[in-house]
């Protein structure tokens, strides 16, 4: 079958570094997704990788390894605002997005 | 403000009664889709459209159904309402062509069925 695998939370301290890491196996790959998404909001689109490599984007980077089935997102200088879940996603050979059930970061000041 | 807009926002429902949520887009997204985000589970896929006129289902189509009659509009209907269908029912669409694909979505829809 297929499986994203993500920690249920985490917590992480203001002004802080955190990775969140998400593992998958799929059939096939055409992509990986992260979206954050704030209680009782939609979710809204962070990164896509397609390559394996590192992809910054401001505060947030999102690296992706396809041989190790691996991915993390890196958030730096951390804010309050930044609490919220994120969810990671892959893309089959099919094109259909896998998702999984997402990672709750919890920020303490 | 362009984007997705759901309604009804929640809802609460009598088992058996029939049930309608609507999506409407005003990006021209060429694709549209239905999903459902319970606790501790993915967002999970019921119902999509490629294009207007064209409808597929996901990995949980069964008791819902859906229609694509113009390229705005995407309902999702319950014909009958069961408890396990208590969830947040997310609308979303993408641009075809787009390199990455990326889903915008809406602010969803909650609803509860006793």
């Known amino acids: 079958g297929q499986n994203i695998d993500q920690p249920t939370e985490m917590t992480a301290t203001e002004g802080a570094i955190v990775q969140i890491n998400c593992t998958y196996q799929?059939?096939?790959?055409?992509?990986l997704f992260w979206y954050q998404q704030h209680a009782g909001e939609a979710p809204t689109f962070l990164s896509y990788?397609?390559l394996d490599g590192l992809e910054e984007k401001g505060r947030f980077s999102s690296f992706l390894s396809r041989s190790k089935g691996y991915s993390y997102l890196l958030l730096k200088e951390l804010q309050m605002k930044d609490s919220a879940s994120y969810l990671c996603?892959?893309?089959?050979?099919?094109?259909?997005?896998?998702w999984g059930a997402g990672t709750k970061l919890i920020i303490k000041p | 403000i362009a984007g997705i807009t759901q309604a009804p926002t929640s809802q609460i429902l009598a088992a058996g009664r029939r049930m309608t949520l609507r999506c409407t887009q005003d990006?021209?997204?060429?694709?549209m889709y239905w999903y459902r985000q319970d606790l501790g589970l993915g967002l999970r896929l019921i119902h999509y459209?490629?294009?207007?006129?064209?409808?597929g289902k996901g990995e949980v189509p069964d008791g819902y159904s859906v229609s694509r009659a113009n390229t705005d509009d995407f309902p999702l209907t319950l014909a009958s309402a069961v408890p396990s269908q208590t969830s947040v029912y997310f609308c979303?669409?993408?641009?075809?062509?787009?390199?990455?694909?990326?889903?915008?979505f809406g602010e969803g829809s909650r609803l509860t069925v006793l």
């Open positions: 979303a669409s993408s641009r075809g062509g787009s390199v990455t694909g990326e889903l915008f």
């Open positions: 990788n397609v």
């Open positions: 459209s490629n294009t207007a006129g064209t409808t």
């Open positions: 990006m021209r997204h060429n694709a």
């Open positions: 799929t059939s096939g790959f055409n992509g």
């Open positions: 996603a892959v893309k089959d050979s099919n094109y259909q997005l896998i």
